[in-house]
């Protein structure tokens, strides 16, 4: 059981953090989501049987929901800063790198502005290039409604970047 799980937490462990991290825009938040979730995980393992597939959808749907539950609990922030350069020793190109960071920060904005499910089905459907059928499956949808909400948080989203110059 052990073996499994930490083949599990192996396997998983930076998709989910990801998701988490792209919900919350928060390292420490990101990283007690994905922990929670790991503990879930390990709890339910003695009462169902997981595959490797069906237990990256259910984590998936597991930290999306504790996601929603930390940002209720969380105070709306109205300002966004840029973050340092990570590569602070690189100076060849600045200008790009801060372009890049610019264009970063008003996406990161401009997704948290989404409502669920749209959200989580874009960060899932687009930046983490999943399958509308794992999406689909991670959020307990057909894939029909996958692709109907894809396609309306997509509008959305170019709606909120509409004016924004580069």
């Excluded at 502005?113 to 959020?139: C, F, G, M, T």
Aim: glycine letters at 2%; aromatic letters at 8%.
């Amino acid at each position: 059981m052990k073996r499994l799980f930490r083949t599990m937490v192996d396997q998983h462990q930076q998709r989910i953090y990801s998701q988490a991290f792209y919900v919350l825009s928060d390292r420490s938040d990101a990283e007690d989501a994905t922990q929670e979730a790991f503990e879930r995980l390990w709890s339910t393992m003695h009462d169902k049987e997981f595959d490797t597939e069906s237990a990256k959808a259910w984590l998936l749907h597991v930290v999306r929901n504790i996601c929603i539950d930390k940002l209720r609990r969380r105070k709306p922030t109205t300002d966004t800063e840029l973050d340092e350069f990570e590569n602070e020793g690189s100076h060849s190109q600045p200008v790009s790198q801060l372009m890049s960071k610019q264009v970063s920060s008003w996406l990161s904005t401009a997704i948290e502005k989404l409502k669920e499910p749209y959200r989580s089905l874009i960060i899932l459907a687009d930046l983490q290039q999943r399958s509308i059928k794992d999406v689909a499956r991670s959020l307990d949808l057909n894939e029909n409604q996958a692709k109907v909400y894809i396609h309306r948080g997509r509008k959305q989203l170019r709606g909120f970047l509409q004016g924004t110059e580069l």
